[in-house]
């Protein structure tokens, strides 16, 4: 159980929107503490996390397997007296909205742009380096395709974009390598200290190591879209695979190139009983992959979010078959 006087920061460890929210609000409130998650151990987190006197939650969706527990946490550390802001851009029930307005959160929600502007905005009047701010939620909205936002393409326009797609990349890049080649705990605290690093003024590309994991991105990059071709396996309008990857978001794109399908999905073991699943889309693809998404994690009653192009969900080993055959019917 944290300090009563803490103020927690915990938004969505697995990408760099996630990270560059975290250090966006960490700039903001200097005096905070930061904490990662995903989105199948949020609640869990929020819990370690104890009764902060704030807490800023960011990057981290809602469904329908999520939210009763999640509401339960906020009505919890609502009756503890801790003030909770909700900032997001992912798909939200206009139900879970209400619910959680009603008991005290701020929500903070818009789905056209990314959660690092998102926590820009918000938080514009705190933030003490509006050039580091700007150029993180410009990282943020890039690597989760969502540039194209108002507010975004305002700030993107503001540097050189060459530049902001370098330092996006080199970001995205370092956390994938790191998530891929570091254990439990170690993993965390890597990805700890570079919001610290990114809170404090450095770029993506000083972070120590972050071109060599960059170049190893590449290399792998390039033997795992020659594997696809021959391992990838269709199913409808969608191709799926098995990986090791730890960047399962990033092989589901591969496979995209490697079958010439619209929507690619890749799966690897989580534990010894459960799958972390990510599915891509194509520009052109007219679905939404956060609903299909959604009504598979209700199906299956397990938890899952994201985006209309990129989203993902948490199985059962069992469940994948079945997984499949919803994917079969929501993707024709």
Do not use: W
């Not at 799966?267 to 699943?277: F, L, Q, T, W």
């Amino acid at each position: 159980m944290k300090s009563q006087e803490s103020i927690a920061i915990l938004s969505h460890r697995k990408d760099a929107d996630g990270l560059s929210s975290a250090a966006i609000l960490r700039i903001a409130m200097p005096k905070s503490t930061v904490y990662l998650s995903d989105y199948s151990d949020m609640v869990e987190t929020i819990r370690e996390i104890g009764s902060p006197q704030e807490f800023f939650i960011a990057d981290l969706a809602l469904n329908d397997g999520s939210f009763p527990d999640f509401l339960s946490e906020m009505k919890r550390l609502g009756q503890a007296g801790t003030k909770i802001q909700y900032i997001d851009h992912h798909v939200l029930k206009s139900e879970f909205e209400t619910a959680l307005k009603e008991c005290g959160v701020d929500v903070y929600h818009f789905t056209e742009e990314s959660a690092a502007v998102l926590a820009f905005q918000k938080h514009l009047p705190q933030i003490g380096n509006p050039t580091q701010a700007k150029i993180l939620a410009s990282c943020g909205a890039i690597t989760d395709l969502m540039d194209g936002g108002s507010v975004a393409r305002k700030l993107i326009s503001s540097f050189d974009r060459q530049f902001l797609l370098y330092e996006a990349t080199v970001l995205a890049f370092t956390i994938s390598m790191v998530r891929k080649e570091k254990e439990g705990g170690a993993k965390n605290e890597i990805l700890l200290d570079i919001v610290e690093r990114l809170a404090e003024g450095d770029l993506p590309h000083a972070i120590p190591g972050a071109i060599e994991y960059c170049q190893a991105f590449a290399q792998n990059a390039s033997e795992t879209l020659e594997r696809l071709k021959s391992e990838g396996k269709k199913a409808g309008s969608f191709g799926y695979v098995k990986t090791s990857e730890s960047s399962t978001g990033n092989v589901a794109y591969a496979l995209i190139g490697a079958l010439n399908v619209p929507v690619g999905m890749a799966y690897r073991e989580d534990g010894p009983d459960n799958y972390e699943v990510s599915l891509r889309a194509t520009e052109d693809y007219r679905g939404d992959l956060s609903q299909v998404v959604g009504k598979a994690a209700k199906a299956l009653y397990t938890s899952g979010g994201g985006h209309a192009k990129a989203s993902g969900i948490r199985i059962k080993r069992d469940q994948l078959e079945d997984l499949i055959a919803l994917l079969r019917k929501e993707l024709s």
